[in-house]
């Protein structure tokens, strides 16, 4: 089994900052890449951050140059460091991985719970 447990959103003013923490445990041979998205109310879920094993990155175009995704392959933990936060970033952000199993060395995508993220204009 996965586990995937995301921390540290909260409520934050425009212009403020918030960093995100995701540790993936369990039954992990490897974590190729790793990732976090948003949905906010009445919208699909979408893509904010990614990055690959080797630290390739991509970003929504609407958080480029404001948000930082990195990686702590030793620990199997990402985060996300957001700045400039806008009234639009508001919604729940929730953490993927790609993992490996060590059991059959099959991959899987495994989800955190989410965490909510709220910013006041």
């Known amino acids: 089994q996965v586990q995937v447990v995301e921390s540290g959103g909260g409520l934050v003013q425009a212009g403020g900052f918030l960093r995100l923490s995701c540790a993936a445990s369990?039954?992990?041979?490897?974590?190729?890449?790793m990732g976090w998205y948003r949905q906010a109310p009445g919208k699909q879920r979408e893509l904010v951050a990614r990055?690959?094993?080797?630290?390739?990155?991509n970003y929504a175009d609407s958080v480029m140059g404001r948000f930082t995704i990195s990686r702590d392959n030793a620990k199997n933990t990402v985060y996300l460091q957001m700045n400039s936060l806008k009234p639009e970033d508001t919604a729940v952000y929730y953490c993927?991985?790609?993992?490996?199993?060590?059991?059959?060395?099959?991959?899987?995508?495994?989800w955190g719970q989410g965490t909510q993220v709220t910013v006041s204009s």
């Open positions: 369990g039954r992990i041979f490897r974590i190729n890449h």
């Open positions: 993927n991985a790609n993992v490996v199993h060590t059991t059959t060395l099959l991959f899987g995508d495994y």
């Open positions: 990055i690959t094993s080797d630290g390739n990155t």
